[in-house]
């Protein structure tokens, strides 16, 4: 084993996206220290999910990391949300450096690389006598719906200082980074886990129960259900096709699910287990990214599902997203008609096998390998 690795991402147990993907790769081979979601926003008090979550972290505060994979070891601190004050960044650095202080040593990382996979990392990164700090920007975090954009911003432009390179998940975003730091921003899009997803191409899975009595083509989403979606692409579409059903896997936000509720080929499945997913995706009949392109921050998306969905041998209908307009056996659509004629298309048979193969050399491993090639030619420049 190396030096390790220190990284900054989200919970622990959230939908799995590649700021979790790359540090699962990265803890194959290196002793790794998961610092799990470190507050890109203040909590609602009002909401049960956020209360919910503080209510673990503090029954969490003085308990060891817990190692779940691999060599990684997730911690969960306790420190103040959104820190915008001078005296708050200071309380923070002391209570985060003293949580992990035991793990530090157990695990060995006196000079680790780090990661950080939020944006906000910034105020801590310099704690930890890191030999090289990453920076993996997979969002334009500032025109997120949910948090402080301006402040978010701001945290952004300090981590960037303190960087020494930059990966960013959509040409836009590498754009936009460049403009805004001096140290190498790179291209680094999305890798899938390939051995996962296409056991859904070439394998008989059980049909999930509760696809049992859903009869007819099955137009499948898997993601979060939240401001990102066009609301009014699928309140005219879904009407036009009542011989198709639309399946949507994931949580919901902001009461997405509220206007569609009243059309018979909606069908909400909630969450699912990540291991259940080629399952579902087996028994889809095509995929769909129904992104709404009007929402600013969906300009620089780069949607993991797509690759997801690709290795499973699914077809996949989209809006004219810059990172999926020249991608094989994805039809990008900018009308209600264009939709309805492209979904139809990627219904017609087709050779799944040879679909999920064009993700093949795409797998996670593979594009951590060249991600850790350049950092290594960074650390050693």
């Given at each position: 084993m190396g030096e390790g690795v220190i990284a900054f991402s989200k919970d622990w147990n959230d939908l799995p996206t590649s700021g979790m993907h790359v540090p699962w790769q990265l803890g194959k081979s290196e002793n790794l220290l998961w610092i799990s979601s470190i507050g890109t926003r203040k909590p609602s008090l009002s909401s049960g999910r956020d209360i919910g979550r503080i209510t673990e972290r503090l029954k969490k505060i003085?308990?060891?990391?817990?190692?779940?994979?691999?060599?990684?070891?997730?911690?969960?601190?306790?420190?103040?949300?959104?820190?915008?004050?001078?005296?708050?960044?200071?309380?923070?650095?002391?209570?985060?450096?003293?949580?992990?202080?035991?793990?530090?040593?157990?695990?060995?990382?006196?000079?680790?690389?780090?990661?950080?996979?939020?944006?906000?990392?910034?105020?801590?990164?310099?704690?930890?006598?890191?030999?090289?700090?990453?920076?993996?920007?997979?969002?334009?975090?500032?025109?997120?719906?949910?948090?402080?954009?301006?402040?978010?911003?701001?945290?952004?432009?300090?981590?960037?200082?303190?960087?020494?390179?930059?990966?960013?998940?959509?040409?836009?975003?590498?754009?936009?980074?460049?403009?805004?730091?001096?140290?190498?921003?790179?291209?680094?899009?999305?890798?899938?886990?390939?051995?996962?997803?296409?056991?859904?191409?070439?394998?008989?899975?059980?049909?999930?129960?509760?696809?049992?009595?859903?009869?007819?083509?099955?137009?499948?989403?898997?993601?979060?259900?939240?401001?990102?979606?066009?609301?009014?692409?699928?309140?005219?579409?879904?009407?036009?096709?009542?011989?198709?059903?639309?399946?949507?896997?994931?949580?919901?936000?902001?009461?997405?699910c509220d206007d569609l509720q009243q059309f018979p080929n909606a069908h909400f499945l909630g969450i699912k287990d990540y291991e259940e997913l080629p399952a579902y995706c087996r028994h889809f009949d095509c995929a769909i990214i129904p992104y709404d392109l009007n929402n600013p921050y969906n300009h620089s998306v780069n949607p993991i599902k797509v690759r997801e969905f690709l290795a499973a041998g699914l077809q996949v209908i989209a809006p004219k997203l810059p990172e999926l307009i020249d991608m094989q056996h994805v039809h990008c659509q900018d009308s209600i008609e264009g939709w309805r004629d492209g979904i139809e298309k990627a219904l017609e048979p087709k050779d799944r096998e040879a679909v999920s193969k064009t993700m093949q050399e795409h797998s996670w491993s593979e594009r951590v390998k060249t991600l850790r090639a350049k950092v290594a030619e960074i650390r050693n420049s």
């Open positions: 003085w308990k060891r990391a817990e190692h779940t994979r691999d060599n990684i070891w997730v911690k969960s601190p306790v420190i103040l949300p959104k820190a915008s004050s001078a005296t708050q960044v200071a309380i923070n650095r002391v209570a985060l450096k003293s949580q992990v202080a035991h793990e530090r040593k157990s695990l060995n990382l006196k000079a680790p690389e780090l990661w950080s996979f939020v944006p906000n990392a910034g105020d801590y990164i310099d704690l930890f006598n890191a030999s090289v700090k990453v920076y993996y920007c997979v969002d334009d975090w500032s025109r997120m719906h949910s948090v402080d954009g301006e402040w978010i911003k701001q945290k952004e432009d300090e981590l960037l200082t303190k960087c020494d390179v930059v990966f960013a998940t959509s040409e836009k975003l590498v754009t936009n980074l460049s403009q805004r730091c001096e140290v190498p921003v790179f291209y680094a899009p999305h890798g899938v886990d390939y051995q996962h997803f296409s056991s859904a191409a070439n394998n008989e899975l059980t049909r999930p129960n509760d696809l049992k009595g859903v009869e007819g083509p099955i137009v499948g989403f898997i993601g979060t259900l939240d401001a990102r979606m066009d609301i009014n692409l699928l309140k005219n579409l879904l009407p036009k096709v009542p011989q198709m059903n639309f399946v949507f896997i994931g949580p919901e936000r902001d009461g997405f």
